[in-house]
């Protein structure tokens, strides 16, 4: 059972008015389910983009995709917790669930809603239900940029330039915050002339600042912040110069040690730094040791009752002294990032082509596009010949249509090397833009 609702972190329901999409992003749980699978959303999906996916031979029977009514404007609370509420919606999932020995459920992240869910549903079922994340608690202090930059530290695990700077309840901050910050905004940014200030929760953009150093700058930010950012602490870092960013997807399993590594992409940012989509295969020359790093971290989070998805953003710079390529992390994503939805639906696409006797999908080029289209249909018209053919093994698949509202579309193009994928990706960015 997946519900995949980034609303489930508690601090993104404020953010809500300002991206109106966060609620739709559930939709990006039809790429990972099987047939058999049930799919909570926050409301209805287009039935020909549920067509396509069952065509594709991805996604559950539309059968077993379920929404619940929702008063309009921005949501309250979480689907998990409007789930529990809704003793209808619970009696429609359990019949459809059956009678397992085991219900597993996939959400966006482990939170104590998705705990609370599954509780409710094992006393439905008769039967246990276990949340794919392990223990909440340990999944919110890995959500912590600050916690997790510490206990990187203590792991021996490479980092930026930085420092925390800790932070009183906006309420109760006073001018003393703001020249804190400032002070650490101008230390962090003296070597490049920039820093980047990152919240110590939020994703996806959300909580983080690229700043000038200089005096004026630095304070125009520290008093921003200071007003606006609800938050315990910031993490302020000096910005370097990327070569390349990439974000290591590991599988944290139940038994100890046990850590897999599902795919290394590199991420596409815009410039502000915000995530914009991967690409696979990453360039990074130092993926390896990215993976050593990010598994250390894994093993640390999993010995407190971690398990499930965990994203790790590195970054690969160029040392101006030596050249010679380094490495740092950059954050932490306890939960399925934006890399593991393309980085699972390559590997599903590549066991039906397998199967097929053809060869695997060698690269993908993910992210959000803009678009004019107003429904599935308008979708198909405009990509044609550039959607996913299972017999050429290429193609676009397009996901989260609810955002179609808000006139965007996430896509993944799959092509036979790096450099076909991307092209392929900006033709459907251009076609669906028209």
């Not at 003793?87 to 992240?109: K, Y």
């Not at 997790?148 to 330039?161: D, K």
């Not at 200089?214 to 007003?227: K, M």
């Amino acid at each position: 059972m997946f519900v995949h609702d980034v609303l489930s972190w508690d601090y993104l329901l404020l953010y809500v008015p300002h991206y109106p999409e966060l609620p739709n992003q559930a939709e990006r749980a039809l790429l990972l389910a099987g047939r058999d699978d049930v799919v909570c959303l926050n409301g209805p999906v287009d039935p020909d983009y549920l067509a396509f996916l069952e065509g594709l031979k991805i996604g559950p029977d539309p059968e077993r995709v379920v929404w619940g009514p929702r008063p309009g404007g921005p949501p309250a609370e979480c689907l998990s917790s409007s789930i529990r509420g809704n003793p209808e919606l619970m009696a429609r999932i359990a019949r459809l669930l059956g009678h397992p020995t085991e219900t597993l459920l996939d959400p966006f992240a482990s939170t104590p809603h998705e705990a609370a869910l599954a509780a409710s549903l094992g006393e439905a079922l008769g039967s246990p239900v276990r949340v794919l994340g392990g223990d909440p608690e340990t999944a919110a202090r890995a959500d912590r940029k600050d916690l997790m930059r510490a206990r990187a530290h203590a792991l021996g695990v490479p980092l930026a330039e930085g420092e925390v700077v800790p932070l009183e309840p906006p309420g109760a901050r006073d001018a003393s915050a703001a020249t804190m910050l400032e002070g650490a905004i101008r230390r962090q940014g003296a070597a490049t002339g920039r820093a980047i200030v990152k919240a110590s929760r939020g994703g996806g953009g959300v909580g983080t600042l690229v700043t000038d150093a200089e005096p004026v700058a630095a304070r125009r930010t520290a008093e921003e912040i200071c007003a606006s950012w609800d938050c315990e602490a910031c993490v302020v870092e000096s910005l370097l110069d990327l070569t390349v960013s990439p974000n290591v997807m590991l599988e944290v399993e139940r038994e100890p040690g046990a850590v897999r590594c599902l795919g290394v992409t590199d991420q596409r940012l815009d410039e502000h730094l915000v995530h914009a989509g991967n690409i696979y295969p990453s360039t990074a020359r130092t993926a390896a040791q990215m993976v050593h790093w990010g598994t250390r971290l894994a093993r640390s989070l999993q010995s407190e009752g971690y398990a499930g998805p965990l994203g790790l953003d590195f970054g690969e710079f160029r040392d101006p002294r030596t050249g010679a390529r380094g490495l740092f992390l950059a954050d932490v994503n306890p939960r399925v990032n934006g890399a593991g939805y393309p980085l699972e639906l390559r590997r599903r696409l590549d066991r039906d082509s397998a199967g097929r006797g053809q060869p695997g999908v060698a690269a993908f080029s993910s992210g959000w596009v803009s678009t004019q289209a107003a429904s599935f249909a308008d979708v198909c018209d405009a990509l044609g010949g550039l959607l996913f053919d299972p017999g050429r093994g290429t193609g676009v698949v397009p996901y989260s249509p609810g955002n179609l509202a808000h006139r965007s579309l996430g896509v993944i193009a799959f092509g036979g090397s790096r450099g076909e994928a991307e092209a392929l990706h900006a033709r459907a960015a251009a076609a669906l833009g028209r």
